[in-house]
């Protein structure tokens, strides 16, 4: 089950269109041994069914292998790295299950929703600065004006950060997720210190005088003994990382689809609400903000079916991208159609673009709730919209866990203008 092409992540043609790849090695079996650019080998699992298996499947450990090697340094950025790397995301059960459950109280659906009307306060904020921004000088960058800022700020709304932090807060989540050569020597260390002195304040204070945020709900949960505060650390991160980079994503793969598919886009527009869902679902199918799940290890030999026999303590892969474009559960999979996605229509499978199994992301109703308010925000406001570069050259983020544009440039069209602003008449 080999496949003799070398995988580089950081390659940006691969970044930019990573699915041949990924069905030339659906097409050998289920799973597939490849060797990286740094001269590791892995397994990908790129079939849809032999992923949702693989995600429910216990012998398929999350919890990840002593770093070999010399150890860093102690610093603060180092121990704020080190925290995020105890997430739950990195656990199995039992461990899992207890901070899978406190998790999951926390965003309930009545809790996600009653978030709907600052959402729509915040998305209206920035469609405003975008109008002067692109007043001002005909263009923006949709990614930084609008996709970025826009889940940081909810996630501020989740974790209870004071509207005066937020601004701190995104400046320095904006850092961490940059690329390393992007800032300036020192840039990612500062803002990974400042995270790190920002969220352990931020937990004695919810301590100290909670509030109606859900990040306070998790503080003072005390079901199963609750969390300590190294594990509140961990959730802090967990929830700031995964809350805006997979959403970010959506929203800037959402748009780029809607400016290069004018058609769809129009059909949004007239189809109101039922429409900006099926939008939302076919993008997350089709331009899957996460390209894979974490890293899995097998904990004894796994046999997929079709050849591919994984041994023990292999490193393993479920690509998500590939499961969402698997030619045998999805029609046209290259296609970008919403259609499919309406009731009573052509209804594919479901999508695993938010994981399956004990570690789906329990995340998925807000990122639903945001891509649904801030998408046909968007589009009402700015109807003739224009991307400004050719698609096929745009700059992808590189690496096999999150994918999206890096920019997305626009113009506010041949026609120009704006409908009206939120708030204004």
Request: glycine share 8%; charged share 25%; aromatic share 6%.
């Amino acid at each position: 089950m080999r496949v003799a092409e070398l995988l580089n992540p950081a390659d940006p043609a691969f970044a930019r269109d990573p699915h041949p790849y990924y069905a030339r090695l659906r097409a050998r079996g289920p799973a597939a041994r490849v060797e990286l650019a740094n001269g590791t080998h892995a397994w990908l699992v790129t079939g849809y069914r032999e992923a949702r298996a693989v995600l429910a499947d216990p012998r398929f450990s999350n919890v990840p292998p002593r770093r070999a090697g010399r150890p860093k340094p102690d610093s603060p950025a180092e121990r704020a790295r080190a925290c995020l790397a105890r997430h739950m995301l990195n656990s199995d059960a039992p461990d899992h299950t207890r901070l899978r459950r406190l998790t999951t109280a926390a965003f309930t659906p009545r809790r996600v929703d009653a978030l709907r009307p600052r959402i729509e306060r915040l998305a209206a904020g920035l469609v405003a600065g975008l109008a002067a921004e692109l007043e001002r000088h005909g263009t923006a960058d949709l990614v930084d004006a609008f996709a970025f800022p826009l889940p940081v700020l909810v996630i501020g709304e989740v974790l209870g950060v004071p509207e005066a932090d937020r601004a701190d807060l995104r400046e320095w989540t904006y850092r961490v997720g940059s690329p390393a050569d992007a800032l300036a020597p020192g840039a990612v260390d500062e803002a990974w210190s400042a995270l790190h002195a920002y969220f352990t304040a931020l937990i004695a204070e919810k301590r100290r005088a909670p509030g109606g945020d859900l990040f306070s709900a998790l503080v003072h949960d005390t079901d199963e003994g609750g969390l300590d505060d190294a594990e509140l650390l961990a959730m802090a991160f967990l929830l700031l990382f995964a809350g805006y980079e997979t959403t970010m994503n959506l929203l800037a793969s959402a748009a780029l689809l809607l400016l290069t598919h004018p058609g769809e886009r129009a059909a949004a527009l007239r189809g109101g609400p039922r429409r900006w869902a099926a939008v939302v679902e076919e993008t997350l199918r089709h331009a899957s903000p996460l390209e894979g799940t974490t890293w899995r290890r097998t904990t004894e030999p796994v046999d997929l079916g079709g050849g591919a026999v994984l041994p023990a303590g292999a490193s393993v892969l479920v690509v998500l991208a590939a499961a969402n474009r698997d030619p045998r559960h999805f029609p046209d999979p290259d296609a970008f159609r919403p259609g499919r996605q309406l009731l009573g229509g052509e209804r594919p499978a479901p999508h695993a673009a938010f994981g399956h199994g004990p570690h789906f992301c329990p995340g998925a109703r807000l990122a639903r709730l945001e891509a649904a308010i801030a998408l046909p925000l968007l589009f009402e406001t700015f109807p003739h919209l224009t991307l400004a570069a050719d698609p096929d050259e745009l700059p992808y983020r590189p690496g096999l866990l999150v994918r999206g544009p890096r920019r997305v440039p626009v113009t506010p069209g041949p026609r120009g203008g704006v409908t009206g602003l939120p708030g204004r008449p």
